[in-house]
């Protein structure tokens, strides 16, 4: 491809071997010769040449002024002084003023691999430059590209408040509902509860002033009937109706032992003591059982007293049922501002699974606990076996954590 060379120089002399050195180094030129400051700055348009030769010193006009020309014009294109002599202070304020390079016309030689060097700069510069720009561009488009992801961030962003709040305020509204739920459901287990309760006592007081009575009337009767039977001779008749009298009073004690069960204790402070210690004397008709308390113990909440006494019903109901226990223990003291309500036997022990299942029983007595604020716990015991605590602050402060 021809190289396309502006070149000032008013001595045809001059010219004519510059043209013939790059035509010998194989650069095919294509010259234009300019012989006027006026005619070279005439042909000084962007993208017409490739190289721009200068004389130092030409009629009417000089390199420098032609220098500072072309960089203005074609800031690019490099600019080399074809020159005679130059002092060495005058080649460096050249090349400080812009020039690619200079060659001195005595040393002409030199001129193919100076242009080919000029040239080559020029080349990597474009180069340079080009990828500075295709980098510039890629910042751009990436600065762009956040400028968007910042406003679809933002976007995103406040749409995710907007869906948090509403979340938020749609969890608080269900929470809110959810323990007001609660609220209603516990009110409605201690309604029941309490109902509960009420029957329970007024069906023991018709078993103890009714039935309970009734019984024992009965067996009083059969008892003088059975003496008269005799004293007329009727011994056989007499030790029958002796023995369905013994029958009615086993009758009455069991029906004034569920009585006492269904409403076992009265409103007075030591009324827990004594239901539990009549309890632990029924038990012991089938199991050997013992209440152990080291002082007397005053509850003077019913509520309290009553169901710890289920408490310690229910867990004695287990270890008849299904223990295999050969003694229960019962245990109560206070100490510490706490009540503690223990059951133990040394039965064969409740599984963990069965321990951790939602059997009614065991439910049930954790619900009594938490009812008076106490904590429940059931475990094996010491010695093998099962113990039930149930603990009750004295003073009705709350609950406590549940024992593990």
């Known amino acids: ?71 203005k014009t074609l800031p690019r294109v490099p600019f080399i002084f074809v020159s005679g002599e130059m002092g060495e202070e005058v080649a460096i304020d050249c090349l400080r003023r812009g020039a690619t390079d200079y060659v001195l016309k005595s040393r002409l030689g030199k001129l193919g691999p100076c242009v080919r060097r000029a040239l080559h700069e020029m080349e990597e510069t474009k180069v340079r430059l080009r990828a500075e720009a295709e980098k510039e561009e890629a910042l751009r488009q990436t600065t762009e590209a956040l400028r968007e992801s910042e406003d679809r961030f933002r976007i995103a962003n406040e749409d995710l408040e907007q869906r948090v709040a509403e979340r938020t305020w749609e969890l608080v509204y269900a929470n809110r509902e959810l323990r007001n739920q609660m609220t209603e459901r516990e009110r409605l287990e ?20 009714g039935l309970c009575q009734h019984l024992t009337g009965v067996a009083c009767m059969t008892k003088a009937l059975s003496e008269r039977l005799r004293n007329k001779g009727l011994e056989a008749e007499g030790a029958e109706l002796a023995e369905v009298t013994g029958w009615l009073s086993d009758a009455a004690n069991q029906t004034r032992f569920i009585a006492r069960g269904l409403h076992p204790v009265e409103l007075d402070a030591e009324g827990l003591l004594s239901a539990l210690s009549e309890l632990a004397a029924q038990t012991s008709r089938r199991i050997p059982c013992q209440l152990r308390c080291a002082e007397p113990v005053e509850v003077s909440n019913n509520s309290v007293a009553l169901n710890l006494y289920r408490v310690a019903q229910e867990a004695l109901n287990n270890s008849v049922k299904h223990s295999r226990a050969k003694s229960i223990v019962i245990h109560l003291n206070a100490s510490n501002g706490c009540l503690r309500l223990e059951v133990s036997d040394d039965g064969c022990g409740l599984p963990a699974a069965e321990r951790l299942s939602s059997g009614m029983g065991i439910r049930l007595m954790n619900y009594r606990a938490g009812v008076i604020g106490g904590a429940f716990s059931i475990r094996p015991g010491l010695q093998g076996g099962t113990r039930v605590t149930c603990v009750v602050p004295l003073d009705g402060s709350g609950l406590f954590a549940r024992e593990a």
């Open 190 to 209: 201690r309604s029941v509860l309490q109902i509960a309760e009420h029957e329970r006592r007024t069906l023991g007081q018709d078993l103890h002033d």
């Open 1 to 71: 491809m021809p190289l396309r060379i502006l070149h000032l120089e008013d001595h045809p002399l001059d010219a004519e071997p510059v043209e013939t050195l790059l035509v010998a180094e194989g650069l095919e030129p294509n010259i234009t010769r300019a012989t006027s400051g006026e005619e070279f700055l005439g042909f000084l348009k962007p993208g017409q040449f490739d190289l721009i030769l200068s004389a130092y010193l030409t009629r009417g006009f000089d390199g420098l002024t032609a220098l500072s020309a072309v960089r």
